[in-house]
């Protein structure tokens, strides 16, 4: 089982970035797909998830209407388009696979399966 998060990388503010989170060893069609990141010196914050079809989208408060979370079973991969990027977006962003219920899509602990983060900088 493997999750793999990349397109990170140093942007300026305001600027784009597309993360992408490939799975391989299950049955991606199956599981949410969670959104996580965690900045030097602070707790693993959510940031977005979707639900196995798709049908079902949820944000943090603090990116909503600048991330966009989507995915692409026939390619077992998710994405998270981030737009608008602000210095404290900077975090390592990770991918994560679960049977969350709605009670537990913003915790870790909906989530089975994590990658292993991708980081992001944002220079003001």
């Known amino acids: 089982v493997q999750l793999q998060a990349s397109g990170g990388g140093l942007v300026q503010a305001g600027g784009s970035l597309r993360l992408t989170c490939t799975a391989s060893?299950?049955?991606?069609?199956?599981?949410?797909m969670g959104w996580f990141r965690q900045a030097p010196g602070k707790e693993r914050e959510f940031v977005a998830a979707?639900?196995?079809?798709?049908?079902?989208?949820y944000y943090a408060n603090s990116v909503k209407g600048r991330f966009a979370v989507s995915r692409d079973n026939a390619k077992d991969t998710g994405y998270l388009q981030l737009n608008s990027l602000k210095p404290e977006d900077t975090a390592l962003y990770y991918c994560?696979?679960?049977?969350?219920?709605?009670?537990?899509?913003?915790?870790?602990?909906?989530?089975?399966?994590w990658g292993q983060g991708t980081q992001v900088t944002v220079s003001s």
């Open positions: 994560a696979a679960g049977r969350a219920i709605l009670s537990t899509l913003a915790t870790s602990g909906g989530y089975v399966y």
């Open positions: 060893g299950f049955t991606f069609s199956g599981y949410t």
């Open positions: 979707i639900r196995p079809n798709g049908g079902s989208t």
